[in-house]
């Protein structure tokens, strides 16, 4: 087994690889070794491995944008430390010291014939830490696809661990009627020649499945899963009417299985880039017909959208929702859709309120159209009285007469 004591030392701070592209044989050392070590912290922006667990917590300190993934169980202990930041924002925060990085632990694919590695499954903020960290450790893992884009060139690692074992992979969700008829509303925006930003599980599963009669529709994402094969496949996927990146699918996570996996490796249809890229407003700016998806935990009845945290548990996180919320409701011939179910709880709990109970994850300045089950509430350009009657249309019936209550107050006074 790899001897961490050799490459690090006390109160250092690492930053591993996330998601999918997560270094799990790194992981599993430092859980082994890194209480004997003493004093470290580890950031990861989201994971799926459940490595992280209440057990391993005492080997090091670990942060995190949010509770995503497998890392609500660290939330529920009180021994995640969350951080409020965009995911576009974590590398320049590791560029400029903010974040500490002294130690990089990341998963690469095999070097292609000039030395250099592809990040595989992840590229957003990986970069940055290399370049920052004092030592490098990667992962180099025969079973990662090698994907167009960012590369990481064998020069720049200090301690290459080469394994072959199968990532950490996320099963497509179960799409539910809830999330079927959430993606029928949201279809009616994704016209012939649409860009989208998606992320994963059941609904954006469901709205993909519903657009193999498009034509040429066109990807730019933080992240992507196996529903993007389906539309690969059927031809619908050319990217043929984007500005730019015309004909290639621009991503920054692969977030899914062996299937999704396989279908990117050398295929020059998909390029994996840093979140300067993927999240950055002037790229994003050049795109028309976006259309972004993104998800609330609940929306206030002003358009206010909380995305984190449901009273003291804390269940999102903000990843990259803001930055595409901006873009998708800015692009001509775009939408920007938060979507979300009507209830919670077995139908017990509305999922549109009054207040929210947690944080403003995105303003109520940026939200363009709220899509639940009932239907779809376009915010962008009406006024507070009128947002509160759209978005009680949209509603679950039970719950309406209450909400109306307090949207008749918001309509007395104006605000």
């Not at 509770?67 to 951080?83: C, E, F, H, Q, Y």
């Not at 590791?94 to 499954?121: F, K, R, T, Y």
Request: charged share 20%; net charge negative; glycine share 12%.
């Amino acid at each position: 087994m790899l001897d961490l004591s050799k490459y690090l030392k006390a109160g250092d701070k690492i930053v591993f690889g996330q998601a999918c592209g997560e270094p799990t044989t790194l992981v599993e050392a430092l859980i082994a070794q890194g209480a004997a070590i003493g004093d470290l912290g580890a950031f990861i922006a989201t994971s799926f491995s459940g490595l992280f667990t209440p057990e391993t917590a005492s080997a090091f300190r670990l942060s995190s944008m949010g509770a995503i993934g497998a890392l609500r169980s660290m939330t529920k202990a009180n021994l995640l430390d969350v951080i409020p930041v965009h995911v576009s924002q974590v590398a320049p925060l590791i560029e400029w010291g903010v974040m500490p990085c002294d130690v990089a632990m990341i998963q690469v694919s095999p070097a292609d014939a000039e030395g250099n590695h592809s990040c595989g499954l992840i590229s957003d903020y990986v970069r940055a830490a290399v370049d920052k960290a004092r030592m490098v450790i990667a992962e180099v893992n025969e079973q990662v696809p090698y994907v167009q884009g960012e590369l990481i060139p064998g020069s720049v690692i200090d301690v290459a661990v080469r394994v072959s074992r199968t990532p950490v992979e996320v099963a497509p969700a179960k799409i539910g009627p809830t999330d079927e008829a959430i993606a029928k509303f949201c279809a009616e925006y994704i016209g012939d020649g649409s860009v989208i930003q998606t992320g994963v599980g059941a609904v954006p599963d469901a709205i993909l499945r519903l657009l193999h009669d498009r034509k040429d529709l066109g990807v730019h994402s933080g992240m992507l899963g196996d529903g993007l094969v389906e539309l690969a496949e059927a031809g619908v996927l050319t990217n043929a009417r984007k500005e730019i990146d015309t004909g290639v699918s621009i991503n920054g996570a692969l977030i899914g299985t062996k299937r999704l996996y396989d279908w990117a490796h050398n295929n020059p249809a998909i390029r994996m880039t840093p979140t300067s890229y993927t999240h950055d407003a002037g790229v994003l700016g050049r795109l028309s017909r976006l259309v972004t998806i993104n998800s609330a935990v609940e929306v206030d009845l002003t358009g206010q959208v909380n995305a984190e945290q449901v009273g003291n548990s804390y269940v999102g996180g903000t990843g990259g929702q803001v930055d595409f919320v901006r873009a998708g409701a800015r692009s001509p011939g775009g939408a920007s859709l938060m979507v979300l179910g009507a209830t919670a709880k077995g139908g017990t709990l509305s999922k549109i309120v009054p207040k929210l109970g947690g944080p403003v994850t995105s303003a109520r300045t940026e939200v363009d159209v709220v899509v639940t089950e009932f239907g779809a509430a376009e915010l962008k350009g009406q006024s507070l009285a009128e947002r509160a009657r759209r978005l009680v249309a949209i509603a679950h019936p039970d719950f309406r007469e209450e909400l109306d209550r307090t949207a008749h107050e918001i309509a007395k006074r104006g605000f």
